[in-house]
């Protein structure tokens, strides 16, 4: 798994005060490999998807990270 995912489902997991076990499965959001994919990629890009009652935003860096309640 990509780190900015990791960070992204860590957040989560303390914003809902709960192991990042417990969350839903990523694979019901998002392929994860693809987005791994993405991430890596030489490309400067910023990925903004759904997961949950959230919004993960990645990029344009590896290392920026947001999560927003309520997924827009």
């Known amino acids: ?41 030489s490309a400067a890009v910023t990925v903004r998807l759904a997961y949950g009652d959230y919004c993960i935003v990645i990029g344009p860096g590896p290392e920026e990270v947001v999560v927003i309640d309520g997924a827009q």
């Open 1 to 41: 798994m990509h780190p900015a995912l990791a960070t992204a489902l860590k957040r989560i997991a303390a914003r809902e005060d709960c192991d990042r076990s417990a969350l839903p499965p990523l694979y019901e959001a998002v392929d994860p490999e693809a987005l791994t994919a993405v991430l890596e990629s």
